[in-house]
């Protein structure tokens, strides 16, 4: 089990303020609140998910949402219907504890495991927000995964992942990109461009039965990017 930090600081990637930060091995931030302005979305990535989710379906009502951190996006729809798988109890206690969150929707435990005992057609949106140490566990990027997601959702529903990786020629940004296009007629994919460490970005990826919209001036700084071709990932590949 990965090591939790919360701390309290007066300067977040250069911006001055107070924060309260999650951060995993003392290094991958989870989650930030804004002690001066709790109802603000600190990062890009949740801002950019939450016009996405808005714009390609603004009457959505029901998400299933894999990994919680704070609860960032839950918190912020939470006139929605949520199911929030997450693995690791004490990051469900550390949220309630320490920002400050009160919904009583998440469930212990591996997020395919959950998602695979609800019934099918269910959801408007999964959301796939989940790392490890070594990044998105290899079980939540493969083509039975993606098959299962799409059984899930009702069939103008959609899956938005968050990701890390060197961009459009990553090889295993463009392995998930071509394993999820096995299961998705429409993908759109989008960087952050503003490189972490060892030239690690940011990276969100849609996948839809319909097309995929988006206004470029709501994605918080994330530009459209195309994987090249890769592998596809099965639940066999080491």
Not at 51 to 77: C, K, Q, R, W
Not at 96 to 111: A, K, Q
Not at 119 to 142: E, M, V, W
Not at 152 to 173: A, E, T, V, Y
């Amino acid at each position: 089990m990965q090591e939790i930090r919360v701390y309290d600081t007066t300067e977040l990637y250069g911006e001055k303020g107070r924060f309260r930060v999650m951060e995993f091995n003392n290094q991958a931030i989870q989650g930030a609140l804004d002690l001066n302005r709790p109802k603000r979305v600190v990062f890009e990535y949740p801002r950019a998910i939450i016009h996405l989710m808005e714009y390609n379906n603004s009457f959505f009502a029901d998400v299933f949402a894999i990994g919680h951190g704070i609860g960032t996006i839950p918190g912020y729809f939470a006139e929605k219907r949520f199911k929030v798988a997450e693995i690791n109890a004490e990051v469900v206690e550390l949220s309630r504890r320490s920002f400050g969150y009160t919904l009583d929707n998440v469930e212990i435990g591996d997020g395919r495991q959950i998602l695979e005992h609800e019934p099918a057609n269910r959801y408007d949106y999964i959301i796939l927000d989940a790392f490890t140490a070594k990044g998105t566990p290899q079980h939540l990027t493969s083509d039975g995964f993606f098959r299962m997601t799409r059984s899930k959702l009702h069939p103008q529903g959609s899956i938005i992942m968050n990701l890390m990786g060197k961009g459009g020629h990553d090889p295993l940004i463009g392995a998930i990109h071509t394993t999820l296009s096995g299961e998705y007629a429409y993908i759109k994919t989008f960087a952050l461009r503003s490189g972490g460490a060892a030239g690690m970005l940011n990276i969100l990826m849609m996948g839809s039965s319909r097309p995929i919209r988006y206004q470029a001036r709501y994605l918080a700084g994330f530009t459209e990017i195309h994987p090249a071709p890769g592998y596809v990932i099965g639940d066999t590949c080491e």
